[in-house]
């Protein structure tokens, strides 16, 4: 794919997210710099090995790895890795990583856990190709990531900027109750 | 919300109740919704996708377990993937938004080949152009990514509409697909121009970011129009931070690029790059603050930008201290002046929970400290050591290593640093950079050299790592007899003998029959030892053991006196062990045995662009073969040349000189083979007239300017067709072991014969003709080997002091320190020692060291100091020793002749 050269548009490697034993929840490569599947499973292995121990939860953290810069957060036993080249402005990656772990908490309703998040995986795919294309950022703010990948599951109710965690809770409680009914 | 994935099949009473039943659901440790899923089981779920009646709800299951399988590294064969694709195209159908979203992400996903695009094309430009702003937007991005450039032009129009569309989401998916397809198709996105221009100005915040790096991309080859829309931008009022930060970067090139002296005159770009220090978002004052530290700026420039890193050291988020500290490190290589203000700042980082920040703070800290805070810094990294990584140690050691070279006062309490750091847990790696250092501080640094010594003896009493006990045990040998007490070391490599594995063994051996060379008090003592060794298990052990005891009693040919005992106990090996390889495989078993003296010493110099590649990602490099040696294959072919045969071992040839311009009639350039007494000339002819076959073909050599050469013999060439090339050979005597020097006039002769080139015969009659050929000069580098030495100091210190010669010289007005340093060593055409080719920034003096061996095979050291006076007036102190006083005398002459 597109190798962008240092004066040009901030790039993003690869976006993964991974779950607290280190394996795939959903990823996604932009650079060629991991060719086939087993090299990709074992810079996930790595990188996760390397994170595992550091707390990464009230505020991003950020190690310089294999000539690489990767951000990383986790939440429950979500981790959320965004890699990217050595001379990329940290602070770009950061805001990347937060619309990433933001949007899908908002996507799942506060729930972000591994298996709400492999309940709604389709939600999380499109979560990642509506904030990177190709590599180049397309969005990070949560809220309008969070808007574009739901914009048709809403069900014309309030929208999600305006919610609050404990009411978006509350409204997807109802719609569970309500699918039960049926 | 959240809704199920997973259907009927697939547990569906379990599904529903996890906020309800939670609890019972903890105790399930390994739940997924895919658990047990298998490809061709879905694959077969794939068939849903035909039904006239879709299920949508089924069909989006279905898509996301085929996005799971792929996401989880599963792949498809070519049939699959089709059979897939053409059932994903049948779900156009449906107009559920969800499930098209899916087979947008499928679509790309399954990456189809051309002629399968062609079916989904009509339906994404269908898509294109819908109400909905998300079909567009996302229809967009997926057609782009599969299509080619005919499929290009068709939809154009669409784009370029899309590229100004009101909305920004599908504004920005237009120029995001602008910037993608502009890598195979520049000629078309160039076509956007005016419409990019339009969103540049958009209130989108990230239609204006991709925008601008779309338009820059369309630009980038333009320097003039980059550098006038840098400027007209930054005049005005970038929204975005992301743009911001572009501009900043496309600022910072066109500055660099044009050059722009920032202290005369053309302020406005710094003035941008100043003012966005100030700006509200950190990662533009980051940005800003990272590119003017990267320029060549005064401290005074300097200083606002190092005050905002500063104020980052304190922040509460990681990344910015990280950031923040990463870029003061770079800083603090080329100038540790500028970053002592933030020490303070830098010192409360080495306790910062991200060991990342943490090293970079120490590192930092180590370039910028001054004398007086050392042991306080190194009582701190001590205290620190135990609990990062081994790859952070290294990058540590290297630092303390460094600092100690610049503070050699303080080298009592580095060296105690290293040499706990030595006792502590810690892999190979960590383990080589420690000794590494050790002993480039003892060779460094006179005072350290006991110390170090004994710390090294203590290592090696309890060392795990043969490679590091035989490198320590050598170097241990060279150095340790020269000291005041040598008989302390003998008991620590005597215990080696009886405690360690083979190699390290025949290693003790080895150093214990140097002390014993060395030192003559110790010999008798020596030899008792070296008697015990005889009984060793090891045949290279006894072997060792046996030689050394032979030669040291002096009663074998090997050395009969003691000077040839120590030759051939110290002497380096002077033959680059890639050369005496490449001679080596070459070497066919003979009669004659393989001689030594006839491999090359010339050390090739590594091709650039190793070095450029920083370990990262060298994948052409790292295939280039060891390189041949040419000298190797001259030699091969000049000594096959009867003429030539008795002329003895060749010197050096130099790099092909050319006589030419490039495409003209006739390309020749010209290789210099150097011999003791004899020169050969080598001139490498192309014939490049299809019409023309040259014969006898001759050069003509004039070198009435050149005293010293007289011309023995010529050797012409018969026949010179078209597209071939070949040799001519012109040799000179000169006196032996005289580097004669002079200019060389050229004149290549022949017969032309007009070549009818469809039938490929050459006419009867020739016509005769010549052909000028550029001068060129035989000159003293010519004469001169490029041979490293591994230490300059030792090398230097065992050389007679009456040998040198030392004069100071004016070399005028130059364009820089840096210019000056390579015209001098290309004069001398001597190897560069210790990096120190290399000039830094902004220095105003440099010294330089050189080594090189002059004909007659007479080693020569060369020590420069350069020193600026006034505007870029460089003057010049040139001490040289050498084997042989006269050739240090030569080196002045070549120097001031040159």
Excluded at chain 2, 771 to 794: C, G, H, I, K, T
Aim: net charge negative.
């Amino acid at each position: 794919m597109a190798d962008f050269s240092k004066e040009s548009c901030p790039s993003v490697k690869n976006i993964l997210l991974l779950d607290s034993e280190g394996k795939r929840v959903a990823v996604k490569y932009f650079a060629d710099d991991w060719t086939t599947n087993a090299s990709k499973l074992a810079y996930e292995k790595s990188v996760f090995t390397k994170t595992l121990k550091t707390n990464a939860r009230a505020e991003a953290e950020i190690t310089l790895f294999d000539g690489y810069i990767v951000v990383y957060k986790f939440v429950h036993d979500l981790h959320f890795f965004i890699t990217a080249g050595d001379d990329e402005n940290e602070l770009i990656l950061a805001s990347v990583l937060n619309g990433f772990s933001d949007s899908v908490g908002l996507l799942l309703r506060g729930d972000v856990e591994k298996r709400t998040a492999l309940e709604n995986l389709d939600l999380i795919l499109l979560c990642i190709d509506e904030i990177i294309d190709g590599g180049i950022i397309l969005e990070t703010d949560a809220n309008t990531i969070a808007g574009k990948v739901a914009t048709n599951a809403v069900d014309g109710s309030v929208p999600f900027s305006e919610q609050t965690i404990s009411q978006a809770l509350a409204t997807a409680r109802e719609h569970l109750a309500r699918s039960l009914l049926k | 919300m959240p809704r199920s994935l997973v259907g009927g099949d697939l547990a569906a009473p379990e599904m529903a109740q996890p906020y309800m039943k939670k609890d019972d659901d903890d105790e399930e440790v390994e739940y997924s919704p895919f658990f047990g899923i298998e490809k061709g089981a879905v694959l077969q779920e794939a068939r849903a996708f035909h039904d006239p009646q879709l299920d949508v709800r089924r069909c989006s299951q279905v898509i996301t377990k085929l996005l799971y399988l792929l996401n989880q590294g599963e792949t498809f064969t070519k049939v699959e993937a089709t059979e897939v694709f053409f059932a994903v195209t049948k779900l156009f159908q449906s107009s559920d938004a969800g499930l098209r979203r899916l087979v947008y992400l499928m679509i790309k996903e399954l990456s189809p080949s051309s002629d399968e695009v062609i079916i989904v094309t009509s339906s994404l430009m269908k898509d294109m152009n819908s109400k909905t702003d998300m079909y567009r937007a996302n229809a967009i991005r997926v057609l782009c990514r599969i299509i080619d450039g005919t499929l290009l032009t068709q939809i154009e129009r669409y784009l370029k509409q899309a590229i100004v569309d009101k909305n920004p989401v599908v504004a920005s998916a237009a120029l995001v697909s602008g910037i993608h397809l502009a890598q195979a198709n520049p000629e078309i996105v160039k076509r956007w121009s005016n419409e990019v221009q339009e969103a540049v100005q958009s209130r989108a915040p990230l239609v204006q970011f991709h925008g601008l790096a779309l338009l820059h991309q369309i630009r980038q080859n333009d320097r003039l129009a980059v550098s006038k829309l840098v400027s007209s931008l930054t005049r005005g009022s970038v929204r975005s931070p992301l743009a911001q930060c572009l501009l900043i970067r496309y600022t910072s090139q066109v500055m660099r690029e044009s050059n722009i002296n920032s202290q005369t005159g053309d302020r406005p770009l710094f003035d941008f790059l100043e003012s966005s220090l100030r700006h509200k978002s950190e990662m533009v004052i980051l940005e800003a603050a990272r590119k003017i530290t990267e320029m060549d700026v005064t401290s005074r420039e300097l200083a606002p930008a190092i005050t905002v890193l500063q104020l980052f050291l304190s922040s509460s988020k990681p990344v910015l201290r990280f950031a923040a500290v990463r870029t003061l490190n770079k800083v603090a290589m080329t100038r540790p002046l500028a970053v002592t203000t933030c020490n303070v700042d830098l010192e409360g980082l080495m306790s910062d929970t991200n060991r990342s920040i943490a090293t970079l703070a120490i590192t930092t800290l180590l370039k910028t400290g001054n004398e007086s805070s050392v042991d306080r810094l190194i009582k701190q990294i001590t205290n620190f050591m135990s609990d990062i990584a081994d790859e952070f140690k290294i990058v540590v050691v290297e630092a303390i290593r460094s600092l100690c070279l610049k503070f050699p006062l303080k080298y009592r309490s580095m060296l105690n640093f290293l040499s706990n750091s030595l006792r502590e847990e810690g892999g190979f790696e960590y383990k080589k950079a420690i000794v590494d250092s050790i002993i480039t501080l003892i060779s460094e640094i006179p005072d350290a050299k006991e110390i170090g010594l004994l710390h090294l003896c203590e290592f090696i009493e309890d060392c795990e790592f043969t490679y590091l006990s035989s490198q320590i045990l050598h170097f241990l040998g060279n150095e340790g007899p020269r000291t005041s007490d040598p008989s302390r070391y003998i008991r620590y490599i005597y215990n080696r003998v009886i405690l360690e594995n083979a190699t390290v063994r025949a290693s003790a051996v080895s150093t214990l029959a140097k002390f014993g060379a060395l030192v003559d008090t110790l010999k008798p003592r020596i030899f008792v030892l070296l008697r015990r060794c005889l009984f060793d298990t090891e045949d290279e052990v006894r072997d060792r053991a046996t030689l050394y005891l032979q030669t040291l009693g002096g009663e074998v040919a090997i050395g009969n006196n003691e000077k040839d005992a120590k030759d051939f106990l110290f002497g380096s090996f002077d033959v680059p062990l890639a050369n005496l390889e490449a001679s080596l495989r070459t070497y066919e078993p003979s009669e004659e045995p393989f001689d030594i003296s006839l491999v090359s010493r010339e050390v090739r110099s590594l091709p650039l662009q190793e070095k450029k590649a920083p370990g990262k990602k060298a994948p052409a490099a790292a295939a280039t073969p060891a390189p041949v040696s040419a000298v190797d294959a001259y030699q091969k072919m000049l000594s096959s040349i009867p003429e030539f045969a008795g002329f003895g071992r060749l010197f050096k040839s130099s790099e092909p000189v050319e006589l030419t311009e490039a495409e003209t009639e006739y390309a020749v350039n010209v290789v210099k083979h150097i011999y003791d007494s004899y020169v050969v000339l080598q001139y490498n002819c192309t014939n490049t007239i299809e019409e023309q076959l040259l014969e006898d073909v001759t050069v003509c050599v004039d070198a009435s300017d050149a005293e010293e050469f007289s011309e023995i013999c010529s050797k012409p060439l018969a026949s010179l067709p078209y597209n071939s090339t070949g040799q001519i050979f012109v040799a000179f005597e000169k006196p032996e072991h005289v580097p004669a020097i002079g200019k060389i006039l050229n004149l290549l002769k022949f017969t032309v014969k007009e070549v009818d080139t469809s039938t490929g015969e050459a006419d009867e009659d020739g016509v005769e003709d010549e052909y000028q050929l550029e001068e060129f000069e035989v000159a003293a580098a010519d004469y001169m080997l490029r041979v490293p030495v591994s230490n300059f100091r030792n090398a230097w210190e065992n050389m007679d002091p009456e040998s040198e010669r030392v004069d100071e010289y004016g070399l005028g007005v130059r364009e820089s320190l840096a210019e000056a340093v390579s015209a001098v060593i290309n004069i001398l055409g001597m190897q560069p020692c210790e990096g120190t080719e290399v000039v830094p920034k902004n220095a105003r003096s440099h010294s330089c060291l050189l080594s090189g061996v002059f004909i007659g095979d007479v080693k020569v050291l060369v020590r420069l100091s350069f020193g600026l006076s006034g505007p870029n007036e460089v003057a010049m102190k040139l001490a040289v020793r050498s084997d042989d006083p006269e050739v240090s005398d030569k080196i002045h002459e070549i120097v001031a002749s040159g």
